[in-house]
Structure formats: structure tokens, C-alpha cells
């Protein structure tokens, strides 16, 4: 059974957007918009740019680099569990021959 919609207005370097989510996604799409607004005001503040498109793109680039990072070093520690459970199971295999 899928769940209506409902409209959330946020706030993003002082102009509102009103985005329909689901009622269970509310506070996660808050908090998305929080820290983007952040990142978008630590951008214009920081770097005094001006114009809201450019704010945008390097904020999502800036953004977009940190997923990446921790989505690397994601599959970096699952090859190292997969490898170490391996060798965890040989080693079980190996002691269950003698």
C-alpha cells in the first residue's frame, strides 16, 4: 500500500521550496535541506560568490565528493570483511579436516 505525499516547505540560502515526500521521509528531507544551506552558506560566505546557480553546483559538487569518499571507503572495508571472512571460513574448513 503505497502512502500519499505531503508537502514540506524548506528553507535553502533564504528562498522557500515546497517538495512533496513521504510522511515517513519528513525529517530526513529537513535535514537534507539544513545541511545543504550550510554548505551553500559556507560557500557564498567563504568564497564571497555570488549568484545562486554557482553556489548550487559547487556546494553539490563539494556534496557529491563526500558521497563518493565514504561510498569508497565503504566498499573498501566490505572487500576487507569479505576477504577476512574467507579467510576465517578456510581456516574452520581446514581445522574441521583434522
Known amino acids: 500500500m503505497s502512502s500519499s505525499k505531503e508537502a ?3 528553507n535553502v540560502l533564504d528562498r522557500e521550496y515546497r517538495i512533496a515526500c ?4 519528513r525529517r530526513q528531507l529537513l535535514d537534507a535541506a ?4 550550510q554548505q551553500m552558506r559556507s560557500i557564498r560566505d567563504g568564497a564571497n560568490i555570488v549568484g545562486m546557480e554557482k ?12 558521497f563518493l569518499q565514504v561510498q569508497q571507503r ?3 572495508l566490505s572487500g576487507n570483511v ?3 571472512l574467507k579467510s576465517l571460513r578456510d581456516r574452520l574448513e581446514s581445522e574441521e579436516l583434522t
Do not use: F
Not at 513521504?22 to 521521509?25: A, I, L, M
Open 55 to 66: 553556489i548550487a553546483v559547487l556546494a553539490g559538487l563539494n556534496i557529491t565528493n563526500m
Open 74 to 76: 565503504e566498499e573498501t
Open 34 to 37: 539544513d545541511y545543504l544551506d
Open 82 to 84: 569479505a576477504e577476512r
Open 22 to 25: 513521504d510522511p515517513g521521509e
Open 8 to 10: 514540506v516547505t524548506v
